[in-house]
């Protein structure tokens, strides 16, 4: 089985190697938020375990939290969903596999993503032993996808805002990407992981133009609760039946009391909370990009979403992995190498994570500063 390894967890587990021998590392590596889950819905998750609230839930889900999810796509995209279209999962990974091997019963086994792109979508396609189709984006058009590039695909894996570019599709480019869809019979899966942290426009769900997409979601990004293993999808009504069944042979159920939890996400008053955190990750952003920029890092465009700068490294080098080894070891700072996200250019980038505290990037800043001074 052709499978890569996740790069940027092997950064992250040297970068602990080197903290348990004494030494500081800034993590600028993995894309998990510094922040805690919401005050209320921490309080909630405690009642729950302390209610007993331990046992199976239905394998879709309890009924309040798809409600919720259904009450929070009316109120935010202005879609009604139906709630029995929406299954909770542990965890958004294995709804996106789960989501892959269905579509491709339906429609063909070419699976198309962005390169660069999240490096799991490669390696569950050929983990099924399906065909993978790359879809080069470019810095000079924002690493966004062109419709005419989908034509070879019979599954299309949008992701927006994206991963590792922080890229957004707008209302429009959605419309083309579903207007290929539509003519060429293709199925569309939208990984919506970082919608909720956008900046200067609002990030648009797929279902606001197309009612047959997939849409996989869950709360470790907006949400702030990685270490949750929560997620959901929302599939056609047609599909209710058969991702029942998958659910309930793949997953059981999503853990119990978290689900109980995660109802309190959708509370006006969580939902300020974690709409302050994305002010934060605003102001890291409009820090890091110029500071890099200082530094000899090619940064020509402004990520609208997620917590990732991809920056170019060729001022320095035409190897970027060694360059983010060197600046783990040399520097003490943890950032991804490009080739973690694909083969189109990714030797010249690398991917920052901001989601991390301010006072963290200036001092990773400052030491790349320092190492890169003397090389």
């Known amino acids: 089985m052709n499978l890569t390894s996740f790069i940027v967890m092997d950064v992250l587990e040297r970068a602990l190697e080197m903290e348990r021998s004494g030494v500081d590392v800034v993590h600028m590596e993995v894309g998990e938020p510094d922040f ?23 394998s879709y889900g309890i009924p309040e939290l798809r409600e919720a999810i259904a009450c929070f796509y009316r109120k935010r995209y202005g879609v009604d969903l139906n709630p029995e279209r929406i299954f909770i999962t542990p965890g958004s990974s294995p709804a996106l596999m789960a989501a892959i091997r269905m579509l491709a019963e339906d429609y063909g086994e070419r699976i198309a993503f962005t390169d660069p792109g999240y490096p799991c979508y490669k390696n569950m396609v050929r983990f099924f032993g399906l065909k ?57 899966i939208s990984d919506e992981i970082y919608q909720g942290i956008e900046y200067e426009e609002k990030a648009h769900s797929i279902l606001e133009v197309y009612d047959r997409a997939v849409v996989i979601n869950g709360f470790s990004k907006f949400f702030a609760a990685t270490g949750w293993r929560l997620g959901w999808i929302i599939v056609p009504e047609d599909k209710i039946r058969l991702f029942q069944c998958i659910a309930q042979n793949l997953f059981i159920c999503a853990p119990t009391p978290l689900q109980y939890a995660a109802v309190e996400c959708f509370t006006e008053e969580s939902l300020k909370v974690y709409r302050s955190y994305v002010e934060e990750y605003r102001r890291r952003r409009d820090y890091l990009i110029p500071a890099l920029k200082d530094l000899g890092f090619g940064v020509n465009y402004t990520p609208q979403g997620a917590f990732y700068v991809f920056a170019r490294v060729d001022a320095f080098t035409n190897d970027s992995f060694s360059f983010a080894m060197e600046a783990l070891e040399k520097a003490k700072v943890a950032i991804t190498p490009g080739k973690d996200f694909g083969e189109n250019l990714t030797h010249l980038y690398v991917r920052f994570s901001y989601a991390t505290s301010l006072e963290d990037i200036r001092k990773a800043v400052k030491r790349l500063r320092e190492w890169l001074s003397t090389t």
């Open 36 to 58: 805690t889950v919401a005050p209320k819905v921490k309080e909630r998750a405690a009642e729950a375990l302390m209610e007993g609230l331990n046992k199976y839930s239905p």
């Open 132 to 188: 993978e189709v790359s879809v080069k984006v470019f810095e000079d058009t924002g690493f966004e996808p062109r419709p005419d590039q989908i034509r070879d695909a019979d599954v299309l894996i949008i992701n927006s805002p994206a991963n590792p570019t922080g890229s957004v599709l707008s209302l429009a480019e959605l419309e083309e990407i579903v207007e290929v869809a539509r003519d060429r019979n293709l199925g569309i």
